[in-house]
């Protein structure tokens, strides 16, 4: 209950004004009410982060039986995404955090699994799933920040503003970027996401490659 009000405050205050003390006002009890469950906001917000990634994790694997790693790998990407954005600073809040129970890491070990099967090795298969999760939480937490709330530009990122300051002739490039940077996040994120794919699929050529020398 204190976790799920937890992530009720964080949709409507935002991460900033969620406190434990805040959250007590917000369930009608006192503070040491909520110390007894929490010692600090860290170990709150480890909980409501293990929740939201537990809850998501049926989003990280393809809805379709598939041997395809691509496959895999951009669906958890893709799910990883969803998943953060379904609460308001979901990346920042799930950043840095520690999971509490084994439930997303069933998930993970499934994945895992599938990676080995389709020749990865453990360490290839950790590098490539931890920077699609360090790509995809960095970009939510960039993407939140322009959108705090989904449809709704913050002013502070306003493109014509952007590139009012910036002199057409000192600045030509940047000036094109500003609708990349800070529009259009669905289309930037899959076009990340294939960018890291294609070196992984590289990668893996070689590693075959290798492979059938040996034989």
Known sequence: MVTRAGLKLLNEEGLEQLTLRRLGTELNVQAATIYWHFKSKEELLDEMATTVLAEGAERLVPARKTSDWKVWASTFGEGLRRTLLAYRDGGRMVAGTRLT??????????IGSQMLAAGFSVRSAVVLFGTIYNYTLSFVMEEQAVFPTPGQRSPRYSVEERNARLDPQT????????????????????????????????DEARSAGRRDAKK
């Open 101 to 110: 129970n084994l439930e997303y890491l069933k998930t993970t070990e499934r």
């Open 171 to 202: 600045f030509p490039f940047l000036r094109q970027t500003s609708g990349i940077l800070f529009d259009r996040y669905d289309r930037r994120y899959r076009e990340g996401l294939e960018m890291i794919l294609r070196g992984a699929r590289q």
